[in-house]
């Protein structure tokens, strides 16, 4: 994956079975630098649903009236903290939109950046000087020790967690306290208002049921609880840096929950940079995520040019619209997953389809290494995108073939021949196609409701924002997996005698 991306590192997540973070200050004070004047950033309230339309790669609202001094002197911090850390004048405004659903009426507006005036492709929106922007570089110190801890058992992400963790724990004496109090404010929430299937209780993680993205999640909160048994090695590894903070090592000082919310919270709002040092490659970036929208079909990205990240727009903005980035070549699984949002429009969209050779097959080492010579692997991985689920079909069928060659004086002409030679029979062929068909239909059942209820259900719009979101998702999983099997259908249907019975196959190569 080329990159790697709203919210805060240390805030904690609303609902019933999150406690928010809320850490008592420290006496001790960092110096802030001096104020200097710059044009302001201006905030402004739209209450016009600013989420990105299926039918569009546009994203549109309508200019946005002022909002009154109470909802100004909101952002006032950050904006001034901005501003007396080098920001330069840009070309864009912080405003705000209320969430698709309050939760208990206590959910705040986000805030997005938008374009303050008209801005045509390749405008420089805004530029951030790197020292409003935190990397390992700027948390350690030292590179080689950033480099040493990101490449043994911790990762960027836990790193940085863990410093805005124990700033956020000296409030307003941390220099980043703005800076953290506007990712608190997001809690995680992504541009749906949604946060990481990582944050959802048990059983609203039972809307993503069968779905692969729900075992990924199991996958994932295993992993960051492996980095969490980590992290005292940090505070020893780093201790220069940890001494100026009065507090206790990472495992005492926070319980995982805490530490998985605030991970959670990086992984939302953090950006891959290209072309920089391995210690500045994953940035926290103010006007970064989470105030950009992220979109699959952009080509704009936050950059590093010299002393300062900025970006350059790829497409026109009218005033008021907000301002879209691309969000890396990744699947709907993975989007929710890291920012709890789906793009309907994703051209990266997929799903996988994994088939195996049988290690009990006593001829598996040979139709190894003829699917290595064909480019594939013992265990394979086929990758099935909108609108080419028959191309993936046709793709995988010589490879389905060799788990129904049983004669070994056949197996040895396949050795002794170059390319795909897999003989083609119809028995043998029908026998490939309905196993495909039978692994599909598996698969479609897996799932508690059908296609048609899912469309009826987001046609109704009266879903809450998180089911809503696996709605989406499933859904589009779902038409992928119909595709492929209409084409399988197909293909059974163009044999020469398509009722013909289907061969014996002890050794069929294993779909997951």
Not at 174 to 188: A, F, N, V
Not at 232 to 237: G, K, P, Q, V
Not at 356 to 385: C, H, W
Not at 475 to 500: G, S, W
Request: with cysteine.
């Amino acid at each position: 994956m080329a990159s790697v991306s709203p919210a805060t590192a240390a805030a904690a997540v609303s609902g019933p079975h999150h406690a928010r973070l809320l850490l008592p200050s420290s006496p001790r004070r960092l110096p802030r630098p001096r104020p200097r004047p710059r044009a302001r950033l201006h905030l402004a309230a739209c209450h016009a649903d600013t989420l990105l339309p299926s039918s569009s790669s546009e994203v549109r609202a309508p200019p946005a009236p002022a909002v009154g001094t109470s909802a100004e002197s909101a952002a006032d911090c950050f904006v001034d903290w901005l501003r007396a850390g080098g920001l330069p004048p840009g070309r864009v405004d912080i405003r705000e939109r209320p969430v698709p659903c309050l939760r208990e009426g206590k959910d705040r507006p986000l805030r997005y950046v938008a374009a303050r005036d008209a801005l045509q492709a390749g405008d420089v929106a805004f530029e951030v000087p790197m020292s409003l922007v935190v990397t390992l570089e700027r948390v350690l110190g030292d590179e080689s020790v950033a480099e040493l801890l990101t490449n043994n058992k911790l990762s960027e992400l836990a790193c940085l967690a863990l410093y805005l963790m124990y700033e956020k724990k000296q409030g307003k004496d941390s220099y980043w306290y703005p800076y953290i109090k506007e990712l608190d404010r997001h809690r995680g929430r992504g541009q749906l208002a949604v946060e990481s299937p990582l944050l959802w209780t048990e059983s609203e993680l039972d809307y993503l049921t069968g779905s692969p993205l729900k075992d990924e999640v199991i996958a994932r909160d295993e992993a960051i609880r492996r980095e969490y048994n980590e992290l005292d090695t940090l505070w020893f590894m780093a201790g220069s840096l940890f001494q100026q903070y009065p507090f206790d090592i990472p495992t005492e000082a926070f319980p995982f929950e805490i530490f998985k919310q605030a991970f959670v919270a990086v992984q939302s709002c953090v950006v891959h940079l290209q072309k920089v040092s391995l210690a500045r490659r994953f940035a926290l970036v103010p006007l970064g995520p989470p105030l950009l929208t992220y979109k699959s079909n952009c080509k704009a990205m936050l950059t590093a040019e010299g002393d300062s990240v900025r970006l350059v727009v790829d497409r026109s903005y009218k005033a008021g619209e907000p301002i879209i980035v691309w969000c890396g070549p990744q699947t709907n699984s993975r989007l929710v997953l890291n920012y709890g949002f789906v793009d309907e429009d994703n051209p990266f969209d997929r799903i996988t389809i994994e088939a195996s050779l049988n290690t009990e097959d006593p001829q598996y080492q040979e139709k190894r290494m003829v699917a290595q010579r064909n480019g594939k692997l013992a265990i394979q991985n086929f990758n099935v995108f909108v609108g080419k689920e028959k191309e993936t079909v046709a793709e995988m069928l010589p490879y389905l073939r060799l788990g129904y060659i049983s004669d070994p004086a056949e197996m040895q002409i396949i050795l002794s021949s170059e390319g795909d030679t897999c003989p083609v029979s119809p028995c043998t062929e029908r026998a490939v196609l309905d196993q495909l068909v039978g692994y599909l239909e598996s698969r479609l059942a897996g799932y508690p409701t059908t296609l048609d209820e899912d469309e009826a259900k987001l046609a109704d719009g009266s879903l809450e924002p998180k089911k809503e979101v696996a709605t989406r998702l499933v859904r589009l999983e779902k038409k992928m997996l119909h595709a492929c099997l209409q084409a399988a259908n197909e293909f059974i249907y163009d044999l020469p005698d398509h009722t013909v019975s289907p061969c014996p196959a002890p050794y069929a190569p294993e779909l997951k």
